[in-house]
């Protein structure tokens, strides 16, 4: 299984993405079992963690069955793009906004 996992989840991924080229997949082996470090072009971040993160818990559902198959055990990391936690907070902040506007129409009701 040397590097099956790996191209398995470079092929995989460089499918669903509109940035194939900056796809990089690095794959590392210590005492915990294997570990798949994904690196993706930020803009498609979205598209690799999916809606309520599916997509990447599909893959990380896959890799362990490839692992199992091989007695080993695989997990996936994604690497979040410098900047990732900024967009985060801005996304609370448009939710918080949002939360005050409802809040503002129930009051004139």
Same mark, same amino acid.
Do not use: F, H
């Given at each position: 299984?040397a590097d099956?996992?790996?191209?398995f989840?470079?092929?995989v991924v460089k499918? !669903?993405v509109?940035n194939?080229?900056d796809?990089? =997949?690095?794959?590392?082996v210590?005492?915990?079992?294997v *570990? !798949?470090?994904l690196?993706?072009?930020?803009a498609d971040?979205g598209? !690799?963690?999916?809606k309520e993160?599916?997509?990447a818990? %599909? *893959?990380?559902?896959?890799l362990?069955? *490839?692992g199992?198959?091989? @007695?080993?055990? =695989? @997990? *996936?990391?994604i690497?979040?793009?410098?900047?990732?936690k900024?967009?985060? %907070?801005?996304e609370?902040?448009d939710k918080?906004?949002n939360?005050?506007k409802?809040?503002? %129409?129930t009051?004139?009701i």
């Open positions: 299984m099956q996992d790996k191209n989840v470079e092929y499918a !669903i509109d194939p080229n796809v990089k =997949v690095e794959r590392k210590d005492e915990m079992g *570990l !798949i470090e690196t993706v072009n930020p971040m598209k !690799i963690i999916g993160g599916k997509t818990k %599909s *893959l990380r559902t896959l362990r069955v *490839l199992a198959k091989e @007695n080993a055990r =695989v @997990n *996936l990391k690497i979040e793009p410098e900047g990732g900024e967009m985060k %907070s801005v609370k902040d918080s906004d939360k005050d409802e809040e503002q %129409s009051d004139i």
